[in-house]
């Protein structure tokens, strides 16, 4: 695994529920574990529910301006009139004034660095004409990297009913940035900008970046932060980050973090307070064969994720032609998870496709009856 993607992706990955301008993050504490190598999701634990991501209109503000860079429509020093329409966004901001100037790569910084709003308008505008048609390309970006529960509705990424998404989505996302421009991406950190007398410094740490605080515009309300964590660690051959939103201390976190990391080393789901459905509850299952060993190649947040994922490993591996392909849903309190098995084999068969699955990059746990 290259160094600069798992550094990239660690920092992407904790992407934070608090900007310097909102409130303490009330959402659900929330677990993921991917290999590191092929983006797998191996373990999720409360990773489909909706929440707020105040960060999540920030980084793809950054996302589409790096692609405007690489396309060669804006260039960092393009200089931009300030609108009056820009100058009225919610703190924090840059304190631009109307028909100020700013260059594009100034504004990018003042994003990252002050989570300033104004300049995130004053890209928006420039990308896309008005703040609505820009979230109209956020939104079909989202849908074109496969965010499929995430939805943007304002650029400073303030409360709204239709701003959300979850903690599966952010790390697709932050996978993406990170394949599509890990160069620029690496260059998220250590960023020094000043502007009209005032210097900004630029996060040290990812973690820092997509919290949306910045040393220069600390937050005013004396809330409780959630705490993210992210740590890569090893899962049998693999090479895995274990990602953790909204825990409520520190210690908690740290717990998650060692529970999912557990988790994907023994091929089950982190602990929760609802108990698995019974085996003898399938969605769908073929005849039993001879043979007290399987195999389980993940869990998945639906039934027809499960089911692709049973089609595709059985293209990979052909042994599975002689094994029972089954679905379980396992119950969670926030919501369903499904999955995907293959059954009735012997424990050589079991352990020859897994390893025929693994080389060919995809997850599998040999499973003894």
Known sequence: MHVLAKYILVGLATLSTSLAAGGAANAAASA???????GDVLVADNADTRQPAPALPKLMTIYLMFE??????????????????????????????????????????????????????????????????????????????GLTNTSFANISGAPHPQQFSTPRDMIRFSLALMRSYPERAKGLVGTSFAWKGKTYEGPRNFLSALSGNASATPATTPVQPAVNRAQTGRAGDRDVIAVVWNAQTPAAADQMIVSALNAAQAGTIAAGPTPALPATDPIQTAGVLPGTWGVQLGAFSTQAAAQAQLATAAKA?????????????????????????????????????CQTLKAAGAACIPLSN
Do not use: C
Request: no cysteine; charged share 20%.
């Open 68 to 145: 405007a860079f690489e396309a060669g429509t804006v260039k960092p020093d393009t200089n931009i009139f300030v609108s009056g329409q820009a100058i009225r966004q919610p703190i924090p901001s840059l304190g631009l004034d109307h028909f100020d100037t700013i260059s594009a790569g100034d504004a990018l910084n003042a994003v990252l660095a002050a989570s300033a709003n104004d300049a995130a308008a004053v890209l928006a505008e420039f990308l896309a004409g008005s703040e609505a048609r820009f979230v109209e390309k956020m939104n079909a970006k989202a849908s074109e990297l």
């Open 32 to 38: 993921v574990v991917l290999d590191a190598r092929n």
């Open 317 to 353: 591996a052909p042994q599975l032609a002689n094994a029972t392909l089954r679905v379980e849903p396992l119950q969670r309190a926030t919501g369903t998870l499904y999955r995907a098995k293959y059954l009735g084999v012997d424990e050589a068969t079991a352990r020859g496709i």
